[in-house]
C-alpha cells in the first residue's frame, strides 16, 4: 500500500509538470513581422547607462536584424558567466535595456538568452542580478521588457 501511494504520488508529480510545461510561452505565440532595415538609424544613447556601454552597441548595430521584427538584440559580457543585453531599434536608433543581468551560475547554461526575429519574446535561462534561477518568459513591446511568466528551479 505505501509504495503504491509513493508511485502515485510520484505519478501526479509528473503529470503537473508536464501539464504546466504545456502552457509556457512559445516565440509563435508573440509574432513581430520581420522587416529589412536598408539604412538603420543612428543609434541614440539616451541615458547614462546606454552611454557607458556605447562601444558595445554600436558594435552590435552593425548586425542584421534579430528580434522582434525590426531590432537587434545586443548582448556582452559584465564577469564570470554574466551578460547583459539591450534591443535596438534599426528603424529609430532608441535603445531598451534589458533591466538585469543574466548570470549562468550555477546552472550549466550555455545559451543565457533565447530570442527571434519573428518574435517578440525573450526567454532567459539563469539566474538574474544574481538572484534565484531558472526560465524567465519576457514580452517584448518595443519600448519595455514585461515578466510573462517564470519557472524557478
Not at 550555455?110 to 530570442?115: D, I, N, R
Amino acid at each position: 500500500m505505501r509504495l503504491s501511494l509513493c508511485f502515485l504520488s510520484i505519478l501526479c508529480a509528473v503529470s503537473i509538470r508536464c501539464i504546466a510545461s504545456d502552457d509556457l510561452p512559445k516565440f509563435e505565440n508573440c509574432t513581430a513581422k520581420p522587416e529589412t532595415v536598408q539604412k538603420q538609424a543612428r543609434l541614440r544613447l539616451t541615458t547614462a547607462e546606454t552611454r557607458r556601454y556605447a562601444t558595445k552597441l554600436r558594435k552590435a548595430q552593425k548586425r542584421p536584424v534579430d528580434f522582434a521584427g525590426h531590432f537587434i538584440m545586443a548582448s556582452w559580457g559584465c564577469g564570470a558567466g554574466c551578460v547583459m543585453a539591450a534591443a535596438i531599434d534599426a528603424r529609430t536608433g532608441a535603445v531598451t535595456m534589458v533591466p538585469f543581468t543574466v548570470s549562468d551560475w550555477p546552472l550549466d547554461v550555455t545559451e543565457p538568452l533565447s530570442y527571434r526575429r519573428d518574435s517578440c519574446l525573450l526567454v532567459v535561462h539563469g539566474s538574474r542580478n544574481e538572484n534565484g534561477r531558472g526560465t524567465y518568459y519576457y514580452h517584448f513591446d518595443g519600448k519595455a521588457f514585461h515578466l510573462f511568466k517564470a519557472v524557478e528551479e
